[in-house]
Nanobody
Framework: QVQLVESGGGLVQVGGSLKLSCLAS????????MGWYRQAPGQQRELVAS???????NYADSVKGRFTISRDNAKKTVYLQMNGLKSEDTAVYYC???????????WGQGTQVPVSS
């Protein structure tokens, strides 16, 4: 069972920055695609950004140019640098580890990011 522990969330003002971290418990991290998802109140969970084991990046259109995902395999950690935060970025942010069938996806417990105007 892979454990993912997020940190770095918290209240931030519009235009501010925040960096989220997600620490994985297992070395399988290094061959996994890591993603950050978010879920706003009353909304479906959506992909924010992902990074493959080879370093291929993918971003939601809404965060392109503002958010940066990165990973440190030696530390088994994935990061999400969020700049230029907007009120619509307010959500619970979840870390995801994806390997593929037959392994299930793993999720962190989520970290709150309220953006105040």
């Amino acid at each position: 069972q892979v454990q993912l522990v997020e940190s770095g969330g918290g209240l931030v003002q519009v235009g501010g920055s925040l960096k989220l971290s997600c620490l994985a418990s297992e070395s399988i991290f290094t061959i996994s695609t890591m993603g950050w998802y978010r879920q706003a109140p009353g909304q479906q969970r959506e992909l924010v950004a992902s990074i493959t084991s080879a370093g291929t990046l993918n971003y939601a259109d809404s965060v392109k140019g503002r958010f940066t995902i990165s990973r440190d395999n030696a530390k088994k950690t994935v990061y999400l640098q969020m700049n230029g935060l907007k009120s619509e970025d307010t959500a619970v942010y979840y870390c995801n580890l994806h390997i593929g069938w037959p392994r299930p996806d793993y999720w962190g417990q989520g970290t709150q990011v309220p953006v105040s105007s």
